[in-house]
């Protein structure tokens, strides 16, 4: 049992059209992010939230949205998806500062 | 500029060499994490410090918090550990700030 699972694992979609991503925990983690990974770049969190409905931005939010309606789930949402957000989304869950990251195991998006 | 910074971006070994994966970072810390990635995309925490050393199976992590560097060790390296292995620097808030990666492949 991973503790976090990502749906869905690939997705490929047309330019204009909203995708959203989702990302369930069972481990009862306060803090959840959104990363996506690409080619020449490390990890670059868009998005994270500290609790149920709260959230803030990260250093490349723009053009994505969040929700947290529940502790388990975590939304990642591309309001119109455009190519520049072809990329591999990974979604990690952490307890807090003292306490390491478990991440998902990635949804591969392809805007075309 | 990246305030993350691995050394060397590539790395090819022999089976059984010790390897040295460097990280220095330029933005003051809390914690700092090493990360696994699988050939198949997976990312796995192997370890996170504040201070000193940790050590699990074959590998190390050490962290000098006045030099901004860390390093990880890998003793008696298998071609099982071919991956790429990220540092990442806690920064407060929620904020990780991952270095690009070091790409590990140790030949059998």
């Known amino acids: 049992d991973a503790g976090i699972t990502q749906s869905p694992r690939h997705k490929v979609t047309e330019t204009g059209t909203p995708v959203t991503l989702r990302c369930h925990q069972t481990?009862?983690?306060?803090?959840m992010y959104w990363y996506r990974q690409d080619p020449g770049h490390g990890l670059r969190l868009i998005h994270y939230?500290?609790?149920?409905?709260?959230?803030d931005k990260g250093e490349v939010s723009d053009g994505y949205s969040v929700s947290r309606s529940k502790t388990e789930d975590f939304l990642l949402t591309l309001e119109s998806a455009t190519s520049s957000q072809t990329s591999v989304y990974f979604c990690?869950?952490?307890?807090?500062?003292?306490?390491?990251?478990?991440f998902g195991s990635g949804t591969r998006l392809t805007v075309v | 500029k990246n305030e993350v910074e691995q050394s060397p971006q590539n790395l090819t070994a022999q089976e059984g060499e010790f390897i040295t994966i460097n990280c220095s970072y330029s933005?003051?810390?809390?914690?700092l994490h090493w990360l696994q990635q699988h050939p198949g995309g997976g990312i796995v925490s192997l370890f996170m410090?504040?201070?000193g050393k940790k050590k699990h199976g074959r590998l190390i992590a050490t962290i000098n918090i006045q030099e901004k560097h860390s390093s990880l060790h890998i003793t008696a390296s298998h071609p099982r550990d071919s991956a790429v292995y990220i540092c990442?620097?806690?920064?407060?808030?929620?904020?990780?700030?991952f270095g690009k990666g070091t790409k590990l492949s140790v030949k059998p």
């Open positions: 990690a869950i952490s307890a807090g500062l003292d306490y390491g990251y478990t």
């Open positions: 481990e009862n983690h306060r803090y």
């Open positions: 939230s500290y609790g149920v409905k709260d959230t």
């Open positions: 933005v003051g810390i809390s914690a």
């Open positions: 410090l504040s201070s």
């Open positions: 990442a620097a806690w920064a407060g808030q929620g904020n990780l700030i």
